[in-house]
Every structure is written in structure tokens, then in C-alpha cells.
């Protein structure tokens, strides 16, 4: 079999944990049968790219989980897609195992894999020079990343792409945590913890489904004032005021739903002390759920990527945008590629909400 033909890209590089980015020009393959070849036009910064540059990876890696773009060719193998579609990037699965097979990607059993492996599930790297790619089945904080039917998501071309980045993790985590995971009911009580781009569309998917009471918790007071435009009908600052306290004073007693998304540990905590009996909690940061029952029957459940299949939930979540029901594009701030590490330290300091890249345009 001859070599794929080589792609001149240029990425930005995580060679040292907590040093800046720095683009660099490197060679990736060309798409394999099953492989579709994207051109990014923006890319998504989500928490887990910031904790992956803070914590690092072992060797030089490229991170970015959040890209759209336009398909630029495609592997012999791929139906469904073709050369000049525009295209969402979301979380990979293997296709394979159980959860997969029975149309629940989100438990996937090799979701670690093929999510933070930085490799193919076969261990081979399209990226070359030592460089590790694939993270998320994208890397996209680059020009270019191969994705493949399970992660991508085909899109209306009337709709900007650099605006639909983000749809592929946190907000389709948010949302499809109330939507999917938690079943949210119709006139419940559910509180947010973390006002970021994953607890807000929380907050936004909380009012779609008709939540009575909505409660966001943030030591951020214009996030809070955000969250209040957005739908939450009460915000509490839990660096000012104490949170259970304060939840009993709105509520006569606790909540029937909780979204934890800050991963902090006192919060995780927290989330199953304050729900009513019967009440769920959805954790967001990875932190396995306490085993063995909780008194009074809640559930406290460690959610990954809101339980959502791509290909269904982001052209829902593209429908409620445009019918003016999830207006998550008051999150985004755009920043040109080459200020990927400015971008990075604005999210960090809470100045911006949901820092999208235009990589090319
Ligand atoms: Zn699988
Ligand atoms: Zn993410």
C-alpha cells in the first residue's frame, strides 16, 4: 500500500505543561479509508484543553475538541459526506463495544482511548515529527485534523461555522446533562453550580424543558447576571452568601436536580447533601459518583459529554438557536488563532466565557 500523501499544517503545540502554545508547521497523513480530511475554520477552548496544558500530556501533543470546518477529502470508505460540507467536530467512540453498538457513544468503553490517547484506537499517529495528535478524534486547534464519521457532524451552510465550534463539547455536555442524563422535568427545581459555557447551556436546556426553579452558583457576579438573563430564576454568589442556607431560603428545602460543573471538590460534595428525596445529581469533572445508595433514594451520576450522540443533539441544539431558545452565542468571544494563549488566559480568569479561535477564515 503506498504512503499516504503528506498535508502541510500548522498547529498549535503543547511541548511543555504550563509554557504557552506556540504554532509550529508540521506534516500530518493524508485521510486513511475511513477518514475524512478537515480544514478547521474555528475551534472551541474548552477546560479540559487548559487543564491538559497545565497538567501536560507525555511528549508534545496538539490539543483543541471543539472544531468546525469544511471537509476537504475524503478516505474511500466514507458515505454521507463529501468534499465542501461544512462540519462540527465532537467526541470520538469506537463503533465497536456494547454501549457503541446500542447507540450510546457516550459509554463507550474505550472513551479514554480514543479521547485522550493522542493516537488511533491501532496506536498509530496521523501527525508526524513526534508529535502526538487525535485528541478527542480531532486535535483541533490546528488548520487541519482528520475526524471520521462518529465524530462529525454534518451542518446547515447557512449558519456561520466559526460559531458552531463550541456546540461539539461543552455545550452539548450542558444542555444534554438536563436534556439526556438528568431527564429534567417539566416544573422541578434543579441548581447550577459554575456559571462557564457548560453550566450556562445547562441554565439555557433547564428553561427549554420548563425547570420552575433555576438556581445558579458562581463567585462570578456577572456571570451570575448572565445566567439571570438566560434563564435562571434565582443566582446565589457562594462566595458571599452560604449556599445550603441560601437554597433553603428559595426553595423551603433542597433541589431536585444538580448539575455540578465547577470540580471542586467541596462542591461535588455538596450536590448530594442538597437534593430533595428522589433527587439526581449529574457530575461533570470525571469524579466517579459515590458507589452504594443514598438515603431517601437520590442518585448522584458521573456524566460524560451529557449522554449525547452528536449527530442527533448538536442539530437540536442548532434548532432551539435558531428558534431563539438557546442563544449561546452570547458566551462566545472570538480571538484570531495566533492569540490562542491570550484566549486560553481570559478563560482561565473568568473574563471570557467560551473563547472561540478563527483559524482560517
Ligand atoms: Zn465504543
Ligand atoms: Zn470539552
Redesign the pocket.
Known sequence: MPDPPIIPIRAAVLRTPGRPLKIERLEMEGPRDDEVLVRLVASGI????IDFCEGGASGPVVLG??GSGVVERIGKAVKGIKPGDHVVLSYQSCGRCRPCRRGHPAGCQRFWEANFGFARLDGTNVLRGGVRGHFFGQSSFATHALATMRNLVKVPKSLPLELLAPLG??LQ?GAGTVMNSLAVRAGAGIAVFGAGSVGLAAVMAARIVKAKTIIAVDINPRRLKLACELGATHSINNRRSDLAASIKAITGGGVDYIVESTADHDMEQFAAELLNPGGKAALLSGASAPGGGLPGGRQVLSVIQGDAVPQKFIPKLIKLYLDGRFPFDRLVKFYDFTKINRAIADSKRGTTIKPVLLISH
Do not use: F, R
Request: charged fraction near 20%.
Open positions: 474548552c477546560h479540559t484543553d475538541h471543539e463539547c461543552g455536555t
